[in-house]
């Protein structure tokens, strides 16, 4: 019968981040969604209970659209960022 005296030792988990990363940035490749991004775009990421009512991000969007034209004009004005 075989013995399986050679099998291999866990590495313990490490106690911290390391404080600093080498990176080798001659491996790195450019983003391929970066083309999918328009413009100044913003990701948010919605609860699953409200995603799950939505079906595509124009449904989301139509929907804050329609709140904000439904919003006083003092609101809008003070919400906007330079």
């Known amino acids: ?10 590495r313990p988990a490490p106690v911290d981040i390391r ?6 940035y001659r ?3 450019p983003n391929r969604f970066a083309a999918l991004i328009k413009g100044s775009t913003v990701a948010v990421l919605l609860d ?5 009512v939505f079906q595509t991000s124009e449904a989301v969007n139509s929907l804050l659209r329609s709140v904000i ?4 004009e003092d609101v809008k004005r003070r919400s906007k960022r330079p």
Do not use: G, H, I
């Open 1 to 10: 019968m075989k013995r399986m005296s050679n099998r291999k030792r866990r």
């Open 19 to 24: 404080a600093e990363y080498r990176f080798d």
């Open 27 to 29: 491996k790195a490749r």
């Open 48 to 52: 699953q209970d409200v995603a799950s």
């Open 69 to 72: 034209s439904a919003l006083p």
